[in-house]
């Protein structure tokens, strides 16, 4: 029994071994607690599509040789200016969400292209730049939304100059995708188009990695050496795993808003690189090497332990914030985690 355990431990490795018994132990405490477990699903299925893009966002920056792409905040800056142009074109329903979605690719691959001059100009500390770039994107976009020549009363402060924090999408495309085609299963509500989205979105990821050009990305990410030898472009692939990661970035968080609602500027953007980034090493991701799978159960396991933890902490504690700090801790506890498996210089 001892060495089963050690075996599917060792398999799963030690971080995601005790993810799952820490949701395990989650869920028994909820039944326990009287806490609605379709209620907790239902939830769970949503955070799940909500974020999973944001999350698959990794892989290609993963693959490529630039690591985890903490400087995500770039696409996702790329997204929100798609949609609020979305907002000022005046466009309405599944029109508006895909005319975000079309708009914000092109000015995410310009983005994502420079970005990744950049970061093959500091090989060897690509996670650390990142994050400062993320980082500095986000808080020079506070000075870009109080000066872009938005003119929609949906978007700007009514008195004053500069756009609102939060621009609803209540009238826009708030909540499209979850309810196309959603149905229950008991209690439990299906966003079909949501997950449907995603696992396309996931799909068209794994045939461009299995194409010419994502099979020489991943050789370039794996040894760059061998790369160079038998005549790749390095650089190049290294910009095309960084374009995708930033134009996935700003499909993610389109996606991401649709699902809550809102549209969040200013500093709301700033460390959603850092729930994308648990979540993908959660699924069994390294700082070398990620998978689609790792996205799909990642983001299961990171949302549903942070859906299932609230409401848990709410009852057994109900002063303080006490779920909040859970939060942090795991999140950032599996980031430091996987760094320490990378060795120095990496």
Known sequence: MVETMRDVTKKLGFARTTIIAFLIILCVMAVFLKIPIYMLLSDTLVRTG???ILVLAMVPGILCGIGLNFGIPLGIVCGLLGGLISIEMNLRGFSAFFI??????????????????????????????STYVGFSAISLMCIGWLILPFSSSEIKWPIGDGLRTTISLSSRFDKILNNFLSFHIGKVNI??????????SCLLVYLFLNSKAGITMKAVGDNPKFAIASGID????RIIGTMLSTILGAVGIITYAQSYGFFQLYQAPMMMGFAAVAAILIGGASAQNAKISH???GTFL??????????????IITQGNLSEVARVVVQYGIILYALTKVEGGK
């Open 295 to 297: 996205v799909i159960l």
């Open 100 to 129: 975000a979605v079309i708009i914000s690719i092109p000015i995410a691959a310009v983005v994502g292209y420079f970005y990744g001059v950049l970061l093959n100009k500091v090989k060897g500390s690509e996670m650390m730049v």
């Open 191 to 200: 966003p079909t188009g949501l997950l449907i989205f995603f696992i396309i």
């Open 302 to 315: 990171f949302q549903g332990l942070l859906t299932i933890a609230l409401p848990v902490a709410n009852k």
């Open 50 to 52: 909500m974020n999973g």
């Open 234 to 237: 390095v650089d190049k692939s």
